[in-house]
């Protein structure tokens, strides 16, 4: 064990300091670029939205326009039968 303990000298522990402080500012930078790239993300995901959004407003619009037409049909059917009674 003293061994060890000679071989921890000053310089060694200034460098592992240095070293974790490295580490420490790749970290933080790492953390900002995964930061960025979420947001991107998440300005994706905001446009895919959108695009939903738009096609539910087409579909509603298409179910509504064929629903009139099934009924209209059906009343010229209702007309066209009393008419040849």
């Known amino acids: 064990m003293p061994v060890m303990l ?3 000298n000053d310089d060694r522990m200034d460098a592992l300091e240095a070293k974790v402080d490295g580490l420490g500012d790749q970290m933080r930078e790492q953390r ?6 979420f947001e991107r993300v998440e300005e994706r995901f905001e446009r895919v939205e959108e695009r939903f959004e738009r096609l ?6 298409g179910v509504i326009a064929l629903t ?4 209209a049909g059906f009343a010229g059917l209702i007309v066209l039968i009393a008419t040849l009674q």
């Open 68 to 71: 009139s037409g099934f009924v």
């Open 32 to 37: 900002q670029d995964m930061k960025a790239g």
């Open 6 to 8: 000679e071989r921890w």
């Open 56 to 61: 539910y407003r087409v579909l509603i619009a």
